[in-house]
């Protein structure tokens, strides 16, 4: 349907999870229950440990196997839909591209997001801050981007237990106030350059 109806779907998307969320935090019966589910929204790598990551590694690295197995025909993609098919890649189906792509994607970002709460905009603003470096091919950027989204996110986290007064500002709190301009700001530059 176009550019629109994706936005509109996503807008409504977006806003049907938000009044679940609100509906979920309404009819907790506990105050405890309701600041872990807030404190899981703002996202932080507040008292993880190695079990933690334990737990999130193998979604990690069936995501990452999936996608790094669809780095080609992400170049192709590059040329357009109909050129990544006459090149030979399969796009839809079972195990299109399409599907390894989003699948891959899900199972590493929800496996993270399952131990460390929603952290935002460090897989927008990282890709796009790396894409230069790597010569716009998206093969070649998908480990670039797993490894600058990991130092971006230990960075932030050291800011958010160094600058701590007080209450300590949740990781996801602070990504956004950061990402948020930073990915406005490259979208502007965009739109200008055409690029």
């Given at each position: 349907?176009?550019?629109?109806?994706?936005?509109?779907?996503?807008?409504?998307?977006?806003?049907?999870?938000?009044?679940?969320?609100?509906?979920v935090?309404?009819l907790?019966?506990?105050?405890?229950?309701?600041f872990?589910?807030?404190?899981?929204?703002?996202?932080?790598?507040?008292?993880?440990?190695?079990?933690?990551?334990?737990?999130?590694?193998?979604?990690?690295?069936?995501?990452?196997?999936?996608?790094?197995?669809?780095?080609?025909?992400?170049?192709?993609?590059?040329l357009?839909?109909?050129?990544?098919?006459?090149?030979?890649?399969?796009?839809?189906?079972?195990?299109?591209?399409?599907?390894?792509?989003?699948?891959?994607?899900?199972?590493?970002?929800?496996?993270?997001?399952?131990?460390?709460?929603?952290?935002?905009?460090?897989?927008?603003?990282?890709?796009?801050?790396?894409?230069?470096?790597?010569?716009?091919?998206?093969?070649?950027?998908?480990?670039?981007?797993a490894?600058?989204?990991?130092?971006?996110?230990?960075?932030?986290?050291?800011?958010?237990?160094?600058?701590?007064?007080?209450?300590?500002?949740?990781?996801?709190?602070?990504?956004?106030?950061?990402g948020?301009?930073?990915?406005?700001?490259?979208?502007?530059?965009?739109?200008?350059?055409?690029?």
């Open positions: 349907g176009g550019t629109l109806v994706l936005l509109l779907a996503g807008a409504a998307l977006s806003s049907f999870a938000a009044a679940l969320t609100a509906l935090l309404n907790v019966p506990s105050p405890y229950a309701s872990e589910i807030m404190h899981w929204l703002m996202g932080s790598l507040t008292d993880r440990t190695f079990t933690h990551v334990w737990i999130c590694l193998p979604g990690v690295v069936c995501g990452t196997l999936l996608m790094l197995s669809a780095g080609r025909a992400l170049d192709a993609l590059t357009g839909e109909d050129v990544a098919e006459s090149l030979g890649f399969r796009l839809h189906g079972v195990w299109g591209v399409q599907t390894r792509i989003v699948l891959g994607a899900a199972l590493s970002v929800g496996s993270c997001v399952a131990v460390s709460g929603a952290i935002g905009f460090v897989g927008l603003v990282v890709p796009h801050l790396l894409r230069p470096l790597t010569g716009y091919q998206p093969s070649r950027l998908l480990v670039p981007s490894l600058g989204g990991s130092l971006l996110l230990l960075g932030a986290d050291m800011v958010v237990r160094v600058a701590s007064v007080g209450t300590e500002l949740q990781l996801g709190v602070l990504t956004a106030l950061v948020a301009p930073v990915f406005f700001a490259r979208v502007i530059m965009l739109k200008r350059t055409g690029s």
